[in-house]
T-cell receptor, first 110, second 115 residues
């Protein structure tokens, strides 16, 4: 089955860019997702990218997909303290049920 | 505010109690899910109801019993739980048509503490 890996922690300074990385194993994954989880809350869909795209930009968020390397990244420009959260990567491969990574805790400090 | 509503948001129960978690989705979706999120563990898919089919994770203990009376409502019945079952239980829904597109939308979760 699909396996999705991401680093567990990322610490950045307020105003810098954050880059959260994710790798997946199933080359047939058609949709790749980023979710954000704030403390005490559920997972909120941030953005997704279809596998025939290389890049998707939405305001401060940029998603890059390297299909050859099965690597997905989420860049947050001008990171703010309100961006502190856990970010989950998910991939939809052969099964209609996406596989989630373990989540990356983003810590933004002044 | 999300299209997936979970109640209660917080629940404390004893090991001999019987309680239920409720989920309702207002998105017109045809699939609903229960996930368990414990500290320092990956998100665990417990149950899926999709297109009238039930898919379950065989590692989930029988003290958790799901019920899906229709495509908008999902319950998780809890009976004789253990302290290690304390976790955030997340309900989700999606329009499961094929592997081409299955974006999952989550509720805010129900925090369960077993004492």
């Amino acid at each position: 089955g699909e396996d999705v890996e991401q680093s567990l922690f990322l610490s950045v300074r307020e105003g810098d860019s954050s880059v959260i990385n994710c790798t997946y194993t199933d080359s047939s994954s058609t949709y790749l997702y980023w979710y954000k989880q704030e403390p005490g809350a559920g997972l909120q869909l941030l953005t997704y990218i279809f596998s025939n795209m290389d890049m998707k930009q939405d305001q401060r968020l940029t998603v890059l997909l390297n299909k050859k390397d099965k690597h997905l990244s989420l860049r947050i420009a001008d990171t703010q303290t309100g961006d502190s959260a856990i970010y989950f990567c998910a991939a939809s491969g052969g099964s209609y049920i996406p596989t989630f990574g373990r989540g990356t805790s983003l810590i933004v400090h002044p | 505010e999300t299209g997936v509503t979970q109640t209660p948001r917080h629940l404390v129960m004893g090991m001999t109690n019987k309680k239920s978690l409720k989920c309702e989705q207002h998105l017109g979706h045809n699939a609903m899910y229960w996930y368990k999120q414990s500290a320092k563990k990956p998100l665990e898919l417990m149950f899926v109801y999709s297109l009238e089919e039930r898919v379950e994770n065989n590692s989930v203990p029988s003290r958790f019993s799901p019920e899906c009376p229709n495509s908008s409502h999902l319950f998780l019945h809890l009976h004789t739980l253990q302290p290690e079952d304390s976790a955030l239980y997340l309900c989700a829904s999606s329009q499961a048509e094929s592997s081409l597109s299955n974006t999952i939308y989550f509720g805010e979760g129900s925090w369960l503490t077993v004492v």
